[in-house]
């Protein structure tokens, strides 16, 4: 009996200690609904790469004034930088749908068919964008001349893992002042839109620093 009541005091208070913590440092790990965990973390990859994508769309390759294409104002760039975020608008959507569904534990065959959708339109959608941004390179601006200064794949590794950090910090903050109250998707959602714009963020510097075009024959 005394295990029992035990339980269910538990289960009254919340998760423990350890199930807070992981809620806190990595929300995507859901501790209490397993279901979810594999969701949540696809639908933390695909924000992360289509904000990779759009930080490349905006800032490197569209603001650079020696291209034929730049367009000055926060109006270009915000087009170029909305463009992966627009087709991946529906993935995204159904991914979330699938997290709420796991959450809920909706019937099992509905939860079944929209989560193979999900999952095929992911696919499909970031296999698209992933493609069209490495499409976008210096022969659409200018004339083929390769770029004088390309940007390092290390601050793209050094973002990936600035963001989770900056993320988990977000959930801390958001957690302490809600007075311990967040709840695990609350403390998720905090940590995934700070990943999302310090991807942007953190690659905006050396991507707009980077030279685009060679030296000769500017479009």
């Given amino acids: 009996m005394r295990p029992v009541l035990a339980d269910r005091r538990r289960t009254a208070v919340g998760p423990g200690v350890a199930g807070r913590f992981q809620d806190i440092v990595w929300p995507a790990s859901f501790p209490d609904a397993p279901r979810a965990r594999v969701h949540a973390h696809a639908l933390a990859a695909l924000v992360v790469v289509t904000s990779v994508c759009a930080a490349f769309k ?15 104002g926060l109006g270009g760039l915000a087009r170029a930088m909305v463009a992966p975020f627009g087709w991946m ?7 979330c749908a699938v997290l709420a569904g796991a959450l809920r534990s909706w019937p099992r065959w509905p939860y079944r068919v929209l989560a193979a959708v999900a999952w095929t339109m992911s696919a499909l959608a970031i296999f698209w964008v992933m493609l069209e941004t490495s499409l976008t390179n210096d022969a659409d601006y200018c004339t083929g001349n390769a770029p004088v200064d390309p940007v390092s794949w290390n601050a793209v590794a050094l973002c990936l893992v600035a963001a989770p950090a900056a993320g988990s910090l977000a959930g801390w903050i958001a957690w302490v002042i809600s007075r311990r109250r967040a709840r695990p998707v609350t403390l998720y959602a905090v940590w995934l839109a700070t990943v999302a714009a310090t991807v942007v963020l953190t690659l905006a510097v050396p991507l707009h620093a980077a030279q685009t075009c060679g030296p000769w024959g500017i479009g």
């Fill in 58 to 72: 905006g800032f490197y390759w569209s603001d650079d004034p020696q291209v034929s294409q730049y367009r000055e």
């Fill in 89 to 95: 608008a529906v993935p995204l959507l159904l991914m």
